[in-house]
């Protein structure tokens, strides 16, 4: 069966030394009591090395938030998957809607980062949504449907590692959550799309997480629904206590 998948996103936050110190906080809150979920922080480069180093890998894992479209070679300021795996990390978060927005990235890119990621064995964490207007014009199943047909060039066995992440960009930073069942029609949405592709096994294994603004407040209503499998949580994941209390809407 699926897992449960809580994942903090950091995005462009933190010096090294208090991304350190928050992973493990995180680390050790994690520790102490018994969870029903996995848990992964996605941190910058920058911050990679050392917060290996400073978790338990089996408590907690650690992911990028992007890593380059090309394998290596002169692309300076680019860091590679392979670069990303050998710090210990096992996650990549893929797509995200400002990489998509802020710095060009489309399907092709998408698809090139995600053979590389699985080729250096991370997983990926791949995030689709639509825009404010996309929702409102009443095309955002057909947008998201898109985003996720990218990945379908990938065989079964690789697609079976990939974590879709649900992010109505609307959602994002803005403290407006979309509804739990908002939530759920489009995941719902997403797994059909994927069993129709890759069967009904495969569909109903894949994690999918949602995010945009989720906090402990809502997190249990969200994750009650039966096609939210966690999420992916940017602002209240740069706060132990509060990225905790998202984790422990699965207790
Ligand atoms: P938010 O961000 O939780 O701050 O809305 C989520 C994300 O962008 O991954």
């Not at 996103?9 to 809150?29: C, F, I, P, R, S």
């Not at 992964?40 to 380059?68: M, Q, R, Y």
């Not at 249990?220 to 949580?233: C, H, N, Q, T, Y």
Request: aromatic letters at 8%; one cysteine or more; charged letters at 20%.
């Amino acid at each position: 069966m699926r897992k449960n998948i809580v994942a903090g996103n950091w995005k462009m936050n933190t010096t090294v030394q208090e991304g350190v110190a928050l992973a493990k906080e995180v680390n050790d809150a994690l520790a102490a009591g018994k969870n029903n979920c996995d848990v992964v922080i996605c941190v910058p480069f920058t911050h990679l090395v050392p917060v290996a180093g400073a978790i338990d890998s089996k408590v907690l894992g650690l992911g990028a938030e992007n890593c380059a479209q090309y394998d290596k070679g002169a692309y300076t300021g680019e860091v590679s998957a392979s670069m990303v795996a050998s710090t210990g990390a096992g996650y990549v978060i893929l797509g995200h809607s400002e990489r998509r927005q802020y710095y060009g990235e489309n399907n092709d890119t998408l698809k090139a980062k995600t053979r590389l990621a699985l080729d250096n064995g991370l997983t990926p964490i791949f995030c689709v949504g639509e825009v404010l207007e996309e929702r409102e014009n009443g095309s955002y199943n057909d947008v998201v449907q898109s985003q996720v047909e990218a990945l379908f060039d990938l065989a079964a066995e690789d697609f079976s590692k990939i974590i879709v992440a649900y992010e109505p960009v609307w959602a994002i930073g803005t403290g407006k959550t979309a509804t739990a069942e908002q939530a759920q029609d489009m995941h719902a949405h997403i797994r059909s799309v994927i069993a129709g592709k890759y069967g009904n096994e495969i569909a109903d294994n894949t994690s999918i997480l949602y995010g945009g603004s989720c906090k402990p407040s809502n997190a249990r209503e969200l994750f009650a629904k039966p096609d939210v499998d966690g999420g992916l949580i940017g602002g209240a994941a740069l706060k132990a206590d509060s990225f905790m209390g998202i984790v422990e809407a699965f207790n």
